[in-house]
């Protein structure tokens, strides 16, 4: 480290000294030359880096990093013994290897062979497949090593691979690439030397975040420019925090400091700017994202975590049996046994005279022979089974592959596969998740009159489940479908307006939507071609809509907007108009209401206000009750269909007004103290006496199947709740909307919009209003509980659901109170958390985890949900439109929320069958394997004589018994996919963990004591006498031989009698396994080797297969063995039978469904712009007390200010927010 | 996008042809009947062949121990002075057809105890070459002078040396002795070049000598002997007398009793046995099938009787949990 310093202070004396006159001849083969003049050189502070920008030379001394990344585990010479010591991280492994060193002491019973072969085995399966994972990384990390990027060389850009990147370099990036290092920001192609860049790879934040260069650099553009740029930077060493960076750039002798404003991280790409030129700072591993890259703690299974159970109590049956054994041991032996041998000078073991000793010393001996008993191909078989699951079955199911996007399921760890059959809770993230996060223009009220004729899906909805038709209308030549808008009303559109009766009032309409907002067009200024940036989808919509409806805003500028308008005079005619904007009085949570004051070209003055219902109508000017009164009635006719309001009001101003108002605003606007309360209450001065307009309504489209997906989950058991950052109306609405909430339910509301706290917020005291909302909550929740446990204990009581805002839920989630909540949460069947901050998200999600011990899935798409998801048990990210972050740091990742049906109820649910099949099977044939061995020690003096041959038991797991097992782990099938979707109920099996209790290990249990007991006597008992005419006698060898014909012939058939669905693959892999036996003993006993064998086994299969003993041995005990198993079965599918079993036979007749089609249909797609309006009149109305409300996006407040080069605070939830405008850009280059 | 799913779509979309067995009650009294119907007969057969061979049982180790000795079995069976002639007399319940077999029957002999089985050297026994090859014979490896033990081991030297002499009328029957062995272990685990070297010379005589001049391969007793028992209560083949034995015959059997199994409280049988296909005489295995298969009838009969008293009705929706217990109190309409 001094080294380095040193070297580089002695560099900048140089230069110092010599300006800049070209060191070439400096390079990596004289460096002591410059070491020598050290001494005189005044030391730089340690930590700080210096970089010489556009020298190569200059920089080669201090041997930075290289540009290369490598994200490998392991390099060829590390893989082995860096990957055997992960592997024998598993206490399986290792437990293997010691009974393996074991099985190597003379007193083994048994060759280390058998446990060394399947141990080597089974490390050989793991590290072949670490190796494969590891080969995908470095062919990964080749690709993005090896990617393009144009850096500077000579007065030119060359095109070298990221790889090749050097620290000082300075490179060009264009627009949409990634930048290849940490890079110094110098120049842009934009004019005032900013650019934009996306972050999404870093935070999962989707909106642009600015970037502006130093003045100083602005010119170095042109690679002739920038070829003259000589500068000098010193900054702080590499760290991994993102948001700080503190340095110096020294240029042509003046120092100017640096700040994370000039900093472009690796990982982000650039946006909006056709390109930029910057010099590389910190270079492959030393970046601050290679520096942030860490392993997520990765998720086990909770099946998985019940198996480490079993496996204990394996080991507790391991230590009784040995308990068992080496107590016998030490009973059994006497010196009268003469024939063993036992003088005098007998090896301890068996020395009679320390019977305690003998009894020890058996025990190690009788752990290496009963060491079958733990399953060591279990994980390795249970790994391969669930990779191949999420690789094949999951990551390629059509079913979750959405077409638009082309976005296949992506499951991302291969570990939980089975804890989606066993979902109880989805918490769900609201915007981007249940809905499309598409806002589309859809009805208008104007003058008291309602236009639009959509028919939305939560009407339609609503509609079937009373069992109405809505008949499909053509779609009418007037209406426009388009991002944001989807409209239609033939009085409206095409400039009809003008022939309604109240065409000023359209007027108005028109003009607020196009004037009062905070959008920003870019691109090409053509109606067809314009892009709207807005903070939130509904402003893009509303502007959008003005469009269409003829008045264009196509331009602004810091003190006008440009309204294109049309038929505003005469039809067809059209008009540029500026109006200038003389204030914008911005939108935020608690004025929930944005006003524009313009001033028309002929002089007029207008305020333009939109908003809440609930704050417009308090400021609205007296009279005029029949427009209000219709209009409030269609508010409510909007939010019952699920739609978005906000009201529209104006207010014309007289000049004098205005002055004197203007003069309070800008007082209030440069205060320093208080700014945005003084600025409220100056908007209140002038935000008054409003007339009332008319209000607009914004479909945010349900994602498809929604609904139905919901009802579906619901009936499998599942609860779903909705947490969300957005305000608590739209929250409620939207759960109307995906019938998570009707009007039967009784709704619990703890919301702190109620008037006693507000009351006490605007005191001021915090501690006060902490103390009093606690208060306010507890005697809520204590109140709730109470009536819920009344309602609870009634039969016909109504369903219970529960609302609470994320200010109430901070207090109840207090330890205090958070028993409450947790037993009232439980009680309701749906919860919905608005206004919760991410952190609550993941405190409600585990609180249901650790509290209520069930199992839970989280559901999002934005970086908000990132902590939820990671809390999870199961975490799911929306993936296809959004940021990265949420797929990041998911689990699974599938396009659409509805895809969770299939991924919950299909895939979920089979995988949970099919592990659990898997893992209490192989607890049976181990246990039975072992047994048959442990009742031959009974009758072999407990002294540990192996009853198989060694090659017998180490193939055991490895071969004779190893393929059926993965092939019913892969297609076991109880019902097929779309009768698990058509009765969901199925799904509550998993819930309820029917298939891994306790309960049905013991019966595998009691039924492997049962056949080892058959297995063991049966064939001893049958093998007392000759067996054929030659009146020849068996020994040891043969009567084990035969019983392990009968093991390994009725474990496989064992296996077929599990399965729901018989493929041929079971057959070949069942009737492979037992031929493999045949084979196997076929070779292996006709052969006589040269080496250390005795040769117990020789020939025996022979001897046996010539007597009439064989075959009926071979018959019979299969078949008792598994008489048991079968009249179980028989008597539990008649008396008790599972669910599935009731529903494979309903359908045992069907055909068998080669395809699921007939269940993809998902309830006719609302097509809302070919409805008609007078359908829904027909329709019993849901009423609904509440309305939507438009201005929930809580981005809102910091995206203007942030346009206009304010930072303004970003709420944790900002992030969330996205540019909606780029998604489909990016959606459709993924194509 | 097309080639996305261009792999084995039947596999990766689960749709791979399948039969779905299930087991219905019809399925269910079906197999058992068939497991009965065939069983039975097996059954019948095996036990009618195991009745037909005859058998006759003889537990002499009590017997041939001389009344004054009758608490000091032991001192007996080890004293080299005592006569352990012992003479017993046998009778014929049926005609046996030759070839008779003739077995000794040991109890409590763990012949599959660990120290013992691992007792032997298969090398040596097969090969001149490995004469001296004793590593795993241990204690009985090699003499007290070092010179190794052929065979070794702990196996050959507890062979098993009563011997018996069968007369009827007073005419003798021979004993064959050939073929006694499997034949596998006779030409390839017992050498033909191999003969007994040092053995039964150290101070405690184990059981047999072996005739030193015959190989090993040719030394059909300890061929015998050295294919260990299973169970500590075996049979093994001591000859074969190749002439029938009339109904009521009495036969004479002179015992040299020297195998001492007093020591472990071991029992030794004589036994002599004809065979039918099946082999011995053994009713386990007839007796077996004649219960599975009169126990799956049985359960079949029960089967249809609870077909008939309680029946259920295949795929039967009421027997859905959530239709049997309805209105959980959290279900969506």
Known sequence: MRGWDRIRSSRSQIRGLGGFTRLSNMNEHQPSSRTVRLGRIQPQAPGHRTIYCNDRDANLIVRFKENSVSTTKYSILTFLPKGLFEQFRRVANLYFLMISILSTTPMSPVNPITNVVPLSLVLFVSLIKEAFEDWKRLLNDRVINSSPIDVLQGQRWESIPWKK????????????????????????????????????NLDGETNLKIRKALEKTWDYLTPEKASEFKGEIQCEQPNNSLYTFTGNLIVQNQTLPLSPNQLLLRGCSLRNTE????????????????????????????????????????????????????????????????????????????NPNNRFLVAVLTMFTVITLFSTIIPISLYVSIEMIKFIQSTQYINKDLHMYHTETNTPALARTSNLNEELGQVEYIFSDKTGTLTRNLMEFFKCS?????????????????????????????????????????????????????????????????????????????????????????????????????????????????????????????????????YEILNVIEFNSTRKRQSVICR?????????????????????????????????????????????????????LSTELYESWNEKFIQAKSSLRDREKKLDEVAELIEKDLILIGSTAIEDKLQEGVPSCIETLSRAGIKIWVLTGDKMETAINIAYACS????????????????????????????????????????????????????????????????????????????????????????CCSVVCCRVSPLQKAQVTSLVKKGAKKITLSIGDGANDVSMIQAAHVGVGISGLEGMQAVMASDFAIAQFSYLTDLLLVHGRWSY???????????????????????????????????????????????????????????????????????????????????????????????????????????????????????????????????????????????????????????????????????????????????????????????????????????????????????????????????????????????????????????????????RSYAIALLPRETSKHTGFAFDSPGYESFFASQAGVSAPQKAWDVARRASMRKQTRASKKN | MKDFFLVDSRFSQQELPACKPMLTPG???????????????????????????????????????????????????????????????????????????????????????????????????????????????????????????????????????????????????????????????????????????????????????????????????????????????????????????????????????????????????LVLSTTSWIGGKNDFLGIAYLTVGGLCLFLAINFVLVYVIHPRPLGDPSFLSWNRNPAGHCTYG
């Open chain 1, 446 to 578: 104007v003058g008291g009159e309602v236009y639009g004729t959509g028919i939305t899906e939560i009407e339609r909805g609503a509609a079937e489940r009373k069992g109405m038709k809505i008949e499909e209308v053509p779609r009418s030549a007037t209406a426009v479908h388009e991002k944001g808008f989807n409209f239609d009303d033939p009085r409206i559109m095409r400039g009809a307006w003008r022939n309604e009766p109240n065409s000023d009032t359209f007027m108005e309409f028109f003009r607020c939507l196009a004037i009062c907002h905070t959008v920003l067009p870019e691109g090409d200024q053509s109606p067809e071609k314009i892009i709207y940036q807005a903070a939130s989808p509904d402003e893009a919509a509303l502007v959008t809509a003005a469009k269409n409806f003829g008045f264009f805003f196509y331009r602004r500028t810091p003190t006008t907007i440009m309204v294109r308008e049309s038929h505003v005079e005469k039809m067809g005619k059209i008009q540029d108009v500026s």
């Open chain 1, 275 to 350: 390109y930029i030129v910057g010099a590389v700072i910190f270079t492959g591993h030393e970046t601050k994202v290679m520096m942030n890259a860490m392993n997520v703690p990765s998720k086990r299974s909770t099946l998985e975590r019940k198996l480490d159970k079993l496996i204990l109590a394996l080991f507790g049956t391991l230590f009784c049996m040995c308990i068992i054994s080496s107590i016998g041991s030490g009973v059994f032996i006497n010196r009268k046994y003469y024939y063993l041998g036992l003088d005098e000078g007998v090896e301890s073991q068996f």
């Open chain 1, 913 to 1171: 069958l099919r592990i659990c099949k898997v893992v209490t099977y192989f607890f049976y044939k181990n246990l039975t394997f072992t047994l048959t061995q442990f009742w031959f020690t009974f009758q072999a003096g407990f002294s540990g004589q192996r009853f198989y041959d060694d090659w017998f038991q180490s193939l055991f797991n490895v071969i004779f018994t190893a393929l059926p097992v993965i092939i019913l782990g892969l297609f076991d099938k109880d019902v097929s996919a779309s009768l698990s979707k058509k009765y969901p109920e199925l799904y509550k099996e998993g819930i309820r963990n029917a298939f891994f209790k306790w309960r049905v290990v013991g019966v595998w249990a009691f039924f492997s004591v049962y056949q080892s007991l058959i297995f063991y006597y049966f064939v001893t008992a049958s093998s007392r006498n000759g067996h054929n005419w030659s009146g020849r006698i068996f020994g040891l060898w043969d009567v084990s031989t035969m019983a392990f014909t009968c093991v390994v012939v009725t474990v496989n058939v064992r296996l077929l009698m599990a399965c729901n669905s018989i493929t041929r693959w079971h057959y070949i892999s069942i009737g492979g396994s037992i031929l493999a036996w045949f084979v196997f003993i076929f070779i292996y006993s006709a052969i006589m080797t040269p080496h250390d064998r005795q040769e117990n086994v020789y020939f025996v299969i022979y001897v046996l297969m010539s007597t009439f003993y064989f075959y009926f041995t071979l018959l019979l005990v299969p078949i008792v063995a598994l008489l048991g198993d079968f009249v179980y079965q028989g008597i539990q599918r008649w008396f008790f039978p599972y669910d599935y079993q009731i529903v494979q036979e309903i359908h045992r007749d069907d055909p068998d469904d080669s395809s699921r089609a007939e269940l993809l249909a998902i309830p006719s797609r609302l097509t809302p712009d070919e409805a």
């Open chain 2, 27 to 269: 399925l269910v009294i079906m197999a058992f009947i068939f497991i009965g119907t065939i069983f039975i007969p097996i059954g019948l057969v095996s036990l009618f062949a195991s009745e037909s061979v005859v058998e006759i049982v003889d537990r002499y180790d009590k017997g041939c121990i001389p009344e004054k000795y009758g608490k000091h079995m032991v001192a007996f069976i080890q004293s080299k002075e005592t006569n352990k002639t012992c003479l017993r007399t046998l009778t014929v319940p049926k005609l046996m057809k030759n070839p008779v077999y003739v077995y000794y029957q040991l109890d409590n002999f763990y012949q599959n105890h660990r120290r013992y089985v691992k007792s032997r050297n298969d090398k040596q026994l097969r090969s001149k070459a490995y004469a001296s090859e004793t590593s795993t014979c241990a204690p009985e490896a090699t003499t007290a002078n070092g010179s190794a033990i052929v065979p070794c081991g702990l196996i050959a030297w507890s062979l098993f040396n009563d011997t018996y002499g069968f007369s009827v009328k007073n005419k003798a029957l021979e004993v064959s002795k050939k073929n006694i062995a499997w034949k596998s272990d006779q030409d390839s685990k017992f050498g033909s070049d191999v003969f007994p070297k040092n053995f039964q010379s150290g101070g405690l005589i184990g059981g047999a000598k072996l005739n030193s001049s015959k190989p090993l391969s040719e030394q059909e007793d300890l061929i015998v002997w050295m294919r260990t028992a299973a169970l500590p209560t075996f049979r093994k083949l001591y000859g074969k007398i190749e002439v029938d034995l009339e109904a009521n015959e009495k036969i004479t059997v002179l015992i040299q009793n020297n195998y001492n199994t007093y020591g472990f409280e071991g029992k030794k049988k």
């Open chain 1, 740 to 827: 998570l909430i009707n009007n039967d339910m009784k709704q619990f509301i703890i919301s702190s919009e109620a008037d006693a706290i507000r009351e006490v917020e605007s005191r001021g005291d915090t501690v006060e209003i902490a103390r009093f909302i606690k208060d306010t909550v507890k005697q809520e929740l204590r109140k709730c509980l109470e009536e819920a446990e009344h309602y609870l204990h009634t039969v016909t009581g109504p369903k219970l659901s529960l609302i609470i805002d994320g200010k109430c839920l901070m207090y109840a989630l207090d330890p205090s109170l958070r028993g409450n909540l947790l037993k009232l949460s439980l009680i």
């Open chain 1, 600 to 652: 028309y070209p002929n002089g007029r003055l207008v305020l333009y206000c939109k908003g809440a219902d609930s704050v417009i109508y308090e400021r609205l000017a007296e009279g005029n009750n029949g427009i209000k009164n219709l209009t409030r009635e269609h508010l409510v006719q909007f939010g019952s269909s699920g739609l978005r309001t906000l009201c529209l009001a104006y207010r014309d």
């Open chain 1, 165 to 200: 990147l050097q620290v000082g370099d300075i490179v060009r990036v264009n627009q949409d690439g990634f930048f290849p290092a940490d890079l110094l920001f110098l120049a842009s192609s934009n004019q005032d030397g900013v650019c934009y860049i996306e972050t999404a």
